[in-house]
T-cell receptor, first 113, second 115 residues
Framework: AQKITQTQPGMFVQEKEAVTLDCTYD???????LFWYKQPSSGEMIFLIY??????QNATEGRYSLNFQKARKSANLVISASQLGDSAMYFC??????????FGAGTTVTVRA | GAVVSQHPSWVICKSGTSVKIECRSL??????MFWYRQFPKQSLMLMAT?????????EQGVEKDKFLINHASLTLSTLTVTSAHPEDSSFYIC???????????FGPGTRLTVT
């Protein structure tokens, strides 16, 4: 069974500062994928970044970077230079061998001006 | 990029009636689609996996007779909530597995309110 844990229900960050969202996971699959999604109040799920379990380099996509520590089973998301539009709920998810996604509980990020 | 649509985006229905939600992959073929349910301020919970041309696979605790899933073509999956009750009110989101299999593309979601 797969499990994703996000321990931060909510976070506040000042505009232009960086914020780190924590995510730990547990799986017995040797190959898996880790995702981060953003969900604004409209409800749509916006894909942010992906990390494969065999990827040697940490993934980066613009202002988003994923700090992947395989031995610790963690996949933290770093958002740099926060913007007001970054205020949303953020979900960490894992895809196993069955291609299903398991989601964490989510973290609500509020960016302050 | 890959686009997945859902229709309707929101629906209000009376208790006891059935509601059908459509999920379409607009620019790619999806042999596998997924249906999720999300309550306010909670995470997405996988309800079922929809495979083209075969029966859906339901997650534990999901009533298959209540949530009917049909994946009749490579671009369309439907979720029918039968005999809806107020506790079925929720946000329903579908996703389609990418041709490479590594990603899921999400639809915009359908907000169902049962009165």
């Amino acid at each position: 069974a797969q499990k994703i844990t996000q321990t931060q229900p909510g976070m506040f960050v000042q505009e232009k500062e960086a914020v780190t969202l924590d995510c730990t996971y547990d799986t017995s699959d040797p190959s898996y994928g880790l995702f981060w999604y953003k969900q604004p109040s409209s409800g749509e799920m916006i894909f942010l970044i992906y990390q494969g379990s065999y990827d040697q380099q940490n993934a980066t996509e613009g202002r988003y970077s994923l700090n992947f520590q395989k031995a610790r089973k963690s996949a933290n998301l770093v958002i740099s230079a926060s913007q007001l539009g970054d205020s949303a709920m953020y979900f960490c998810a894992m895809r196993g061998n069955d291609y299903k996604l398991s989601f964490g509980a989510g973290t609500t990020v509020t960016v302050r001006a | 990029g890959a686009v997945v649509s859902q229709h309707p985006s929101w629906v209000i229905c009376k208790s006891g009636t059935s509601v059908k939600i459509e999920c379409r992959s607009l620019d790619f073929q999806a042999t596998t689609m997924f249906w999720y349910r999300q309550f306010p301020k909670q995470s997405l919970m996988l309800m079922a996996t929809s495979n083209e041309g075969s029966k859906a696979t339901y997650e534990q605790g999901v009533e298959k007779d209540k949530f009917l899933i049909n994946h009749a073509s490579l671009t369309l999956s439907t979720l029918t909530v039968t005999s809806a009750h107020p506790e079925d009110s929720s946000f329903y989101i579908c996703s389609a597995r990418s041709p490479s299999g590594t990603e899921q593309y999400f639809g915009p979601g359908t907000r169902l309110t049962v009165t």
